[in-house]
């Protein structure tokens, strides 16, 4: 296959909550805008596929889901992973023909075995390695980025391998750097943060990325990635990551998923986030329900110590409950007849929510959270009437469907 004919391919990579799917979602909705032939991979190490699920309420993907593959389960770095990129991207290939593919990878992905296939692959050209980092993580948890070389220093010492290596060494990997949440810090300590990281990759261009706002355009005047740039670093590091890419949670990371068709205390999971979301749970993310807010789905995204909450949309449940829903008497029939299939005790109400942590204290964090699912003396209150306090902010950001 000639080099023309090789398709380009970018991987967004990064730490936990660095604002990869953000990025994702504003490239696939410019594919759509520009007329661009877009295919898209997303990996979710956790069973719950919640970045694959926002993706699929994009109109693109919704008006043609062949052009995205989900992989779950697994890490995408892993051995495992790597098989189901393969089937995956060829899949991509044979089927959707795209000017360019873009993957997405979790957060706990290395780069290196990555970059090794595409080394490899005949069919696609990998044109680059694009890696996001939480500029206000940074400055919370290792001085604007001044602390991570000295605790990668500290753990080569050690013999250690950690969270810490691994967001430096996916900065090492990549072609591109861009720090996401700029605009919440001060210019003087931005260009702090620039230095800082760009210590760590030299040879790598840094950018400031806001919103997810990158043009799609740029993708295609990227060059194909230098692999001679990282040929001793892979050297070094490969007997290392032979060990890792077997681990399904490796760098000390675990996962909790926690299902359950009940809704949220409001004041209850308020005071839980507040009193014990630390910096070592790194990730929570899904789809949830409050007692107070019973007509909404809404978007769970936590990423470090913030919190965000979308609106989804109206759970069907609600559509049917609601006297003034306006729809036609075989729309509630097809509704009702689509709500018996469902298991839970409200219908299609129910909370999907996944969290990344330190294996130390994700359990501890996620049995918090289960704590504050109404109790069934707290149901029978609220089915009879009894409103729940709700601290929460009242304008929620709508997930939009550009």
């Not at 090789?6 to 990869?20: A, C, E, T």
């Not at 495992?80 to 044979?94: F, P, Y």
């Not at 993708?219 to 670093?233: G, P, R």
């Not at 409050?290 to 949309?313: F, T, V």
Request: hydrophobic share 40%; proline share 3%.
């Amino acid at each position: 296959m000639s080099n023309r004919e090789r398709i380009p391919v970018v991987i967004l990579n990064g730490f936990l909550g660095s604002g990869k799917t953000t990025l994702f979602r504003n490239l696939i909705n410019q594919s759509k805008a520009k007329d661009i032939s877009l295919s898209a991979i997303v990996n979710d190490m956790s069973e719950l596929d919640v970045d694959g699920e926002i993706l699929g309420l994009s109109n693109v993907v919704e008006n043609d889901s062949d052009i995205l593959e989900s992989i779950s389960s697994c890490v995408l770095s892993s051995e495992k992973g790597i098989t189901q990129l393969n089937e995956s991207i060829h899949r991509l290939r044979i089927n959707q023909s795209p000017d360019i593919i873009v993957i997405e990878t979790s957060g706990s992905c290395h780069p290196m075995p990555l970059i090794e296939y595409f080394k490899s692959q005949l069919e696609f050209k990998l044109i680059g390695v694009l890696v996001l980092v939480d500029s206000l993580m940074l400055s919370h948890d290792f001085n604007y980025g001044q602390m991570l070389i000295p605790l990668f220093k500290k753990n080569l010492s050690e013999n250690k391998r950690d969270t810490i290596n691994l967001m430096v060494e996916q900065i090492m990997f990549c072609s591109h750097l861009f720090l996401t949440k700029s605009d919440r810090i001060e210019k003087s300590r931005l260009s702090d943060i620039a230095t800082h990281i760009q210590s760590i990759n030299p040879k790598a261009s840094v950018h400031n990325v806001l919103f997810g706002r990158l043009d799609i355009q740029s993708l295609f005047e990227l060059s194909e990635y230098n692999y001679s740039n990282v040929a001793q670093l892979i050297n070094e590091l490969r007997p290392v990551l032979k060990l890792e890419q077997v681990t399904e949670r490796p760098f000390g990371l675990g996962t909790k998923v926690i299902k359950d068709d009940r809704p949220f205390h409001p004041e209850r999971l308020w005071d839980v986030c507040h009193n014990y979301l630390g910096k070592h749970i790194y990730r929570s993310k899904g789809f949830f329900w409050m007692a107070s807010r019973r007509k909404y789905s809404l978007l769970w995204n936590q990423a470090a110590g913030g919190i965000s909450l979308e609106l989804i949309g109206t759970w069907k449940a609600a559509v049917v409950e609601d006297k003034n829903n306006g729809l036609l008497d075989q729309e509630i029939a097809l509704l009702k007849e689509q709500l018996l299939e469902e298991k839970g005790r409200f219908g299609d109400r129910h909370c999907d929510l996944t969290v990344i942590g330190d294996l130390s204290h994700v359990d501890i964090f996620a049995d918090k959270l289960k704590s504050c699912f109404l109790t069934n003396d707290e149901i029978d209150l609220w089915n009879n009437g009894y409103e729940f306090r709700d601290p929460w902010p009242q304008k929620i950001v709508t997930l939009k469907k550009e």
